[in-house]
């Protein structure tokens, strides 16, 4: 099994200090051991795990020149200027940027490949430590990974504007594995936008990021995973963070585009006192397939995560939750909360929401609970009874169901252009 053709793991190796080599090198020899998966395991029953296969996509070379010119509206934000920004097409970086503020308090942004050379004493001991070769993909991401961001922000940096990092996607066909490596130190407070776009892509394109996250303890992190590629592209994404103790994480997985999309997030809740919120966006039109698979990992005690997904669906779309949430053994006084609502805005839309609980501590709270149901017409008459027409009636519901989400994140910066994304989408277009 190999989705390298043209290239070798050398290609990637080439120019590399030797404790990158290392481990490139031995992620592309467990790449080569581990079994593609069937389709009937667990985590992979419901996904069309053919189509993802490595070897449908031509991996690019390291050296490969970027494509196309981005559309960097994709970063635009509300009320606020960035911190500092980064722009990638195809793997390659094409725009950095960095504020004057943030330079001086020590903060670096960077592509993962400057990291390798100028912070590899940061990067080193980080880099697959949360994402190994688990699996073929995982595994292939380690090997030959090129393109991606690193962030470091030092003990105690507050910054009230947000850093921006953009993956843009033109190369037909291809297979991109970029890697996100962030560190945030004890007491800092910091919000991060990571945005995947492209334009339509005529050949089936495969992207498949990987992001690691450190947060040190008492950090306050603010971070969007914002998904609107266009038809043509897949997307899988593995996402773990790592809380240390009081450490708190807010998390916002927006997903729009792209003909299909899966998404492994998990945070690991390691130091006492540490609380995650993950919240999730997601509007399916057409026959897009949306996956999203959480975990809210509690290995410390009085650690506190609450999870909520909100979806809406139209045409013949379909989405799938598989979220749970494992309260370790010395877990104790944990506090866990999960939900997934789905709204069906077609009768042939399909939502299929399976939330689980592994409790290994009988000292918690732990809740959860699943909704799928579409636009009621007692609401639909209620609005129509005060003059409202019937499109408008359901937009303000479909805003009225996402709200709850919208005015989690204002802090994001972006806020307001989810809202017009949501809007594009009920009016059938791709924002």
Same mark, same amino acid.
Not at 349 to 352: D, Q
Not at 366 to 371: D, E, I, L, S
């Given at each position: 099994?190999?989705?390298?053709? *043209? ?5 990637f190796? =080439?120019?590399? @200090?030797?404790?990158?080599? *290392? ?13 593609? @998966?069937e ?7 419901? %996904?069309?795990?053919?189509?993802? $296969? ?5 991996l ?5 020149? @970027?494509? /196309? ?24 970086? !094409? *725009? ?24 590899a #004493?940061l ?16 595994a292939?991401?380690?090997?030959? $990974? ?5 962030v ?5 940096? #507050? ?14 066909? =291809? ?5 996100? !490596?962030?560190?945030? #130190? ?13 334009? =339509? ?7 498949? @990021?990987?992001?690691e996250?450190?947060?040190? /303890? +008492?950090?306050? !992190? ?27 994480? +807010?998390?916002l997985?927006? %997903? ?13 809740? /390691?130091?006492e006192g ?10 399916? $039109?057409?026959?897009?397939?949306? *996956?999203?698979? %959480?975990?809210?990992?509690h290995?410390?005690? +009085?650690?506190t ?6 979806? =809406? ?22 506090n866990?909360y999960?939900?997934?609502? +789905?709204?069906a805005?077609?009768s042939h839309?399909?939502?299929?929401p ?9 000292? !918690?709270r ?6 799928v ?9 209620y ?7 019937? #499109? ?6 479909v ?6 989400v ?8 972006? $806020?307001?252009r ?12 791709? /924002?």
């Open positions: 099994m190999s989705a390298i053709t *043209e290239l070798s793991i050398e290609d190796v =080439a120019g590399s @200090p030797d404790w990158l080599a *290392e481990l490139r090198r031995g992620a592309w020899k467990r790449y080569g051991e581990l079994p593609y @998966p389709g009937r395991e667990e985590v992979w029953r419901f %996904t069309d795990v053919k189509a993802l $296969h490595p070897d449908n996509f031509r690019l070379p390291p050296d490969a020149a @970027p494509g /196309a010119t981005p559309r960097l509206e994709a970063l635009d934000l509300a009320g606020v200027s960035s911190a500092g920004r980064l722009v990638h097409v195809d793997g390659s970086t !094409v *725009e950095r940027q960095l504020s004057d503020e943030a330079r001086s308090k020590g903060v670096i942004l960077c592509d993962l490949e400057t990291a390798v050379r100028e912070h #004493e990067l080193r001991p980080r880099l697959g430590s949360l994402v190994g070769a688990d699996d073929p993909h995982t292939l991401s380690l090997a030959a $990974h090129h393109g991606g961001t690193f470091y922000v030092p003990k105690g940096v #507050e910054l009230k504007e947000p850093f921006q990092a953009l993956h843009w996607l033109s190369a037909s066909g =291809a297979l991109v594995l970029p890697r996100t !490596v962030v560190i945030i #130190e004890d007491g800092a407070n910091v919000v991060f936008n990571d945005v995947y776009d492209s334009d =339509a892509i005529d050949t089936p394109t495969l992207a498949a @990021p990987v992001t996250m450190f947060i040190g /303890a +008492n950090a306050r !992190v603010g971070w969007v995973t914002w998904q609107d590629w266009g038809a043509g592209c897949k997307h899988l994404a593995h996402v773990r963070a790592h809380l240390d103790r009081d450490a708190l994480l +807010n998390t997985v927006v %997903t729009l585009g792209g003909d299909f999309s899966r998404t492994w997030k998990e945070c690991t809740l /390691a130091g540490a609380q995650s919120y993950m919240y999730g966006l997601y509007f399916s $039109h057409g026959d897009q397939r949306f *996956e999203h698979w %959480t975990l809210q990992d290995v410390a005690p +009085n650690t995560s609450d999870l909520l997904y909100k979806g =809406a669906l139209s045409d013949t779309s379909q989405a799938l939750y598989y979220g749970t949430i494992h309260i370790r053994p010395n877990a104790r006084k944990s866990a999960q939900a997934n609502r +789905n709204l805005l077609s839309a399909r939502a299929l399976n939330p689980q609980l592994e409790i290994e501590n009988n000292d !918690v732990c809740t959860h609970g699943a909704t149901g579409k636009i009621s017409d007692e609401h639909l008459f609005l129509g009874s005060r003059g409202i027409p019937p #499109e408008e009636a359901r937009r303000l519901i805003f009225g169901f996402f709200n709850q919208l005015e989690q994140v204002t802090w994001s910066g972006m $806020h307001e989810l809202a017009d994304a949501i809007r594009a989408k009920m009016e059938g277009q791709q /924002a």
